[in-house]
Nanobody, 117 residues
Framework: VQLQASGGGLVQAGGSLRLSCAAS????????MAWFRQAPGQEREFVAS????????YYTDSVKGRFTISRDNTKNTVYLQMNSLKPEDTAVYYC???????????WGQGTQVTVSS
């Protein structure tokens, strides 16, 4: 599976962005998909995940109520809608695919999100 993330950019605090991650391959619908992020000088952290049918969704506490993960298996794409962005959301965002929520085997190249105060 190859993953291509897009949609990052520069936005003011309180603004919104929608990230997309397009996947190649015919088995996209069988993978758990997730978003991670890595801020400068920090370790990569989990942001959100979604089950293969789109029903099971998990979020890190800091983004609950502001971010929404979704997927369209007909388009082999997973999305991350980010609202009410804060400067601390600034990071490179990566999409990932895995068989389970604890093991992600495939990673995209990352897309930069910068939130100005």
């Amino acid at each position: 599976v190859q993953l291509q993330a897009s949609g990052g950019g520069l936005v003011q605090a309180g603004g919104s962005l929608r990230l997309s991650c397009a996947a190649s391959g015919r088995t996209f619908s069988s993978y758990v998909m997730a978003w991670f992020r890595q801020a400068p000088g920090q370790e990569r952290e989990f942001v959100a995940s979604i089950g293969w049918r789109g029903y099971s969704k998990y979020y890190t506490d800091s983004v609950k109520g502001r971010f929404t993960i979704s997927r369209d298996n007909t388009k082999n794409t997973v999305y991350l809608q980010m609202n009410s962005l804060k400067p601390e959301d600034t990071a490179v965002y990566y999409c990932a695919a895995g068989v389970t929520t604890s093991n992600y085997n495939y990673w995209g190249q990352g897309t930069q999100v910068t939130v100005s105060s």
